[in-house]
C-alpha cells in the first residue's frame, strides 16, 4: 500500500519509513513464463535453454548462440568480430519471428519483450526499455551525484544515479538474489492462505486446538492481566 503524504500526496518512502513497500499491481503472474518460452520458441535458435529477466515492465530474453568457427590461429579481436557479426546476422534474420513472440507474450503476460544473445563474452542487447523513474534526494545524496558528473564518470545525474544503481546491482548480486529470493516466498504464502471451510471457520479440528491452547494460555480473570498496563504507542 503507497504512503500518503501532505494532502494525499504519495508519501516519500525509504529505508525505515512507512509507504516503502513494493506498489501493489495488477500484472499477470510469470511463474511459467520460462516454460512458455521454452515451448514457444523455435528450436534452434540458441544452445540452451535462454536466460529471462523480469520486471513490472519488461521482460529481457536473452539466449546464448552457436560460436562461429574460425582459423586456429585467429586473435581476439577476430573472434570478437566473429561473435559480433554472427549475433547481428540473428537480429535481421529472426525478426519477424520475434516480433510475433513478443506480441504473444505481451498479451500473456502484460509486458513487452526485449531480446539480446550472447557468444562466449560478447553480448549485445537489441531494443530494450528505458524508464524514467522519479526520486526525491536530499542534498547529501544530491552532492554524491555531482561529484561523479563533475568527475566525468557521469554526463549528468540521471546518468550518475543509473551508474550507482548499476554498481549496487554488480557488488550486492548474491544479497539482492536472497531478498529476491524472500520476497518470492512471502508471496507464495500470501497466495495459498488459510483454507476456509463452508461455515467460514479455519477447520473443526484446528479450531479446537486452537480454543484449547487460547484456554490454557489466557490469564486468570482475576488476575487482571498480571502486569501493568502497556502505555499507548505513539
Not at 586456429?72 to 568480430?81: I, K, N, P, R, V
Not at 546476422?89 to 519483450?113: D, I, L, P, S, W
Request: no cysteine; charged share 30%.
Amino acid at each position: 500500500m503507497v504512503g500518503r503524504g501532505h494532502r494525499g500526496r504519495p508519501g516519500r518512502g525509504g529505508p525505515g519509513r512507512r509507504g516503502s513497500g513494493r506498489v501493489p499491481t495488477d500484472l499477470p503472474g510469470t511463474d511459467d513464463l520460462t516454460g512458455w518460452l521454452t515451448g514457444r520458441l523455435p528450436d534452434g535458435w540458441f544452445v540452451g535453454a535462454p536466460s529471462v529477466t523480469v520486471d513490472r515492465e519488461e521482460i529481457l530474453v536473452v539466449g546464448e548462440l552457436p560460436a562461429p568457427s574460425l582459423d586456429e590461429g585467429a586473435d581476439e579481436a577476430a573472434h570478437s568480430a566473429a561473435a559480433r557479426g554472427r549475433i547481428e546476422r540473428f537480429r535481421e534474420e529472426t525478426r519477424t519471428e520475434r516480433m510475433e513472440v513478443a506480441r504473444q507474450a505481451e498479451h500473456r503476460y502484460g509486458r513487452k519483450v526485449a531480446w539480446g544473445a550472447r557468444i562466449g563474452e560478447v553480448e549485445e542487447l537489441f531494443t530494450t526499455l528505458s524508464v524514467p523513474v522519479m526520486t526525491r534526494l536530499r542534498q547529501q545524496e544530491r552532492l554524491v551525484l555531482d561529484t561523479l558528473v563533475d568527475a566525468g564518470v557521469a554526463r549528468s545525474r540521471s546518468d550518475a544515479l543509473a551508474w550507482a544503481v548499476a554498481l549496487v546491482g554488480e557488488h550486492a548480486g548474491t544479497w539482492l538474489e536472497d531478498l529476491r529470493g524472500a520476497m518470492s516466498a512471502v508471496d507464495e504464502l500470501r497466495a495459498k492462505g488459510p483454507v476456509l471451510d463452508d461455515d467460514g471457520t479455519a477447520g473443526q479440528e484446528g479450531s479446537q486446538e486452537g480454543s484449547q491452547e487460547g484456554t490454557a494460555g489466557a490469564p486468570d480473570p482475576g488476575d487482571e492481566g498480571g502486569g501493568d498496563p502497556i502505555p499507548p504507542q505513539g
